[in-house]
């Protein structure tokens, strides 16, 4: 590994993605959870363009990220009221608890690999 590579990190993100795969939450790609964390750790409104621009990905990869979350009921789709060619991406209950376990699991993992120092106090 280089000496800008942080193995304590990717230990933390390695165990946090194994308590993942060990429990009953969905499997979501890197894409799909990019857009979720943009649509639950940033201010609404969301659209497929501003996640588009936010990820510098296509509006097509953004829909096709989309399809699959809505169809786990991570997120919803609902037109904007005040522009009914707009399409907003809310944040749904099952999405929230999801990211919540999720965000236990990383906590979990960190707390296993402690923070080497350098003898300073």
């Not at 799909?32 to 609404?44: A, F, K, R, W």
């Not at 969301?46 to 990820?55: I, Y």
Request: a positive charge.
């Amino acid at each position: 590994m280089t000496e800008k590579t942080n193995p304590r990190m990717l230990k933390v993100w390695r165990e946090a993605h194994r308590a993942s795969v060990r429990s009953d939450d969905p499997d979501l790609t890197s894409r799909q959870m990019s857009v979720l964390l943009s649509v639950y750790m940033t201010e609404p409104p969301h659209t497929v363009r501003g996640l588009a621009a936010d990820l510098n990905v296509s509006k097509p990869v953004i829909t096709r990220a989309l399809d699959t979350l809505g169809k786990k009921d991570l997120i919803k789709r609902k037109t904007d009221d005040r522009d009914k060619r707009s399409i907003l991406v809310q944040r749904t209950v099952k999405g929230a608890v999801f990211l919540s376990e999720l965000s236990d699991r990383i906590v979990a993992a960190d707390k296993m690999f402690p923070p080497e120092t350098d003898g300073t106090p």
